[in-house]
T-cell receptor
Framework: NAGVTQTPKFQVLKTGQSMTLQCAQD?????MYWYRQDPGMGLRLIYYSASEGTTDKGEVPNGYNVSRLNKREFSLRLESAAPSQTSVYFC?????????????FGSGTRLTVV | GQQLNQSPQSMFIQEGEDVSMNCTSS?????WLWYKQEPGEGPVLLIALYKAGELTSNGRLTAQFGITRKDSFLNISASIPSDVGIYFC???????????FGTGTRLKVLA
């Protein structure tokens, strides 16, 4: 049982390049989330999808776009990467919105923008 | 954005010692959760608490939902080297998507 799978695990981008972070879950969860984790800042919500077909902004959405491709997949796109987007990105899923029964996290994508 | 305050920020302890950490907020939550993050991995859920005063255990871990609903506590008994990691609390207000994370307590266990 894979849980939440993120690809790639590591990525280096040049400023201005674009890329898409992929996330897939196999637990039939309705809600999915993208977080970024920075030293001293904890986990901050970028975007979330309450259910298939819906997406909404979180706390730090600027510079990102998302697509809920189907119930399993939720991708995060950086259209023009900036050094401030250097971070560790985590995808998570939960049974319902709000995650009161807990989130399942992926193992993260470590992104460096130079 | 809002974050929960966790203390201590970091701890170095000897193997076999007990550990206590807490999480405080200015807001009331309906659910408190505790996660552990090991190096290079995502956070993993340890314990979820749903009622003020609730005390829940998971092996050597025990967590409590504070009576004021503004705090929560995590204890680890008889620590072992694999307890190393960052422990995060999270508070959830029912009816919203808002899942507020704590700043984390970094635990190191010396054998």
């Amino acid at each position: 049982n894979a849980g939440v799978t993120q690809t790639p695990k590591f990525q280096v981008l040049k400023t201005g390049q674009s890329m898409t972070l992929q996330c897939a879950q196999d637990m039939n969860h309705n809600s999915m989330y993208w977080y970024r984790q920075d030293p001293g800042m904890g986990l901050r919500l970028i975007y979330y999808s309450a259910s298939e077909g819906t997406t909404d902004k979180g706390e730090v959405p600027n510079g990102y776009n998302v697509s809920r491709l189907n119930k399993r997949e939720f991708s995060l796109r950086l259209e023009s990467a900036a050094p401030s987007q250097t971070s560790v990105y985590f995808c998570a899923s939960s049974v319902g919105l709000g995650g009161q029964y807990g989130y399942t996290f992926g193992s993260g994508t470590r992104l460096t923008v130079v | 954005g809002q974050q929960l305050n966790q203390s201590p920020q970091s701890m170095f302890i000897q193997e076999g010692e007990d550990v206590s950490m807490n999480c405080t907020s200015s807001s009331i939550f309906n659910t408190w959760l505790w996660y552990k993050q090991e190096p290079g991995e995502g956070p993993v859920l340890l314990i979820a608490l749903y009622k003020a005063g609730e005390l829940t255990s998971n092996g050597r871990l025990t967590a409590q939902f504070g009576i004021t609903r503004k705090d929560s506590f995590l204890n680890i008994s008889a620590s072992i080297p694999s307890d190393v990691g960052i422990y995060f609390c999270a508070g959830v207000t029912s009816g919203t998507y808002k899942y507020i994370f704590g700043t984390g307590t970094r635990l190191k266990v010396l054998a």
